[in-house]
């Protein structure tokens, strides 16, 4: 006996609906994307090279964040520009990361073989980091590429990315500890910063978290003057 096809109760639809919030989130091309998208706006050409795989296959992840309202687009010239369409996709992408590492063990096993094995001292507070800042006590690095920082990044901070920080070492005072910070609580890039500083005898710590985080506590952020 065929049973009659029931009819969608209100729940069902309803939670249909955010079940493509859940779809929309459940990549890691696609977090990876929010997680750029969130330092700066950005064009699908240059989210591409980030992420290192062809302009179609971004413009398609892209769409598919798009339509769940995640990121707004803007033209600019001939390039499409994303951005993050309000501060509460910021909250909930830390609030996916913060629920993973609580939850699922291989992503502190991860953290431990490529973070750790850098750095295993705590990151420094961004309150005790704007603290030292403003007093001079410390020198801020910000690692991230030029047009992230040029966006937003910490009142004080200055700008040199891994790439440079080699033919840069003479613009650092040893007398002063060398405080890094990148995208976000997982950014390899501060954790590489401070072994490879510490390596050639400066004092240096990573600054807790990174941009997302701060946006979402709302720190205040400086811009770049043009």
């Known amino acids: 006996m065929i049973m009659p096809k029931q009819k969608s109760t209100f729940k069902q639809k309803l939670f249909e609906q955010f079940a493509k ?3 929309a989130l459940g990549s890691e091309v696609r977090l990876e994307l929010i997680e750029l998208i969130i330092q700066c706006p950005t064009a699908v050409e240059d989210l591409a090279k980030k992420v290192k795989l062809p302009i179609a296959n971004v413009s398609q992840h892209l769409q598919v ?50 973070l750790s094995s850098r750095d295993s001292l705590e990151g420094m507070p961004v309150s005790q980091v704007l603290k030292l800042a403003k007093r001079g006590e410390i020198t801020l690095l910000d690692v991230r590429p030029t047009e992230e920082f040029a966006h937003s990044h910490l009142e004080g901070a200055i700008n040199i990315t891994l790439e440079e ?26 954790y590489e910063a ?5 390596e050639k005898g400066f004092k240096a710590v990573r600054a807790e978290d990174g941009i997302p985080n701060w946006l979402s506590m709302n720190v205040k952020l400086a811009k770049q003057a043009d």
């Open 65 to 114: 964040l798009k339509q769940v309202g995640i990121v707004n687009t803007i033209r600019q010239g001939k390039s499409i520009v994303y951005e993050i369409a309000d501060s509460d996709v910021i909250d909930l992408f830390l609030k996916l990361q913060g629920v993973g590492q609580r939850h699922i063990e291989e992503v502190d096993n991860l953290v431990d073989k490529y």
């Open 21 to 23: 919030l859940g779809k």
């Open 194 to 198: 401070v072994k490879r500083l510490r």
């Open 165 to 190: 920080l080699e033919e840069r070492l003479g613009d650092f005072p040893k007398s002063k500890t060398i405080v890094a910070y990148c995208r976000g609580t997982y950014c390899v890039l501060s």
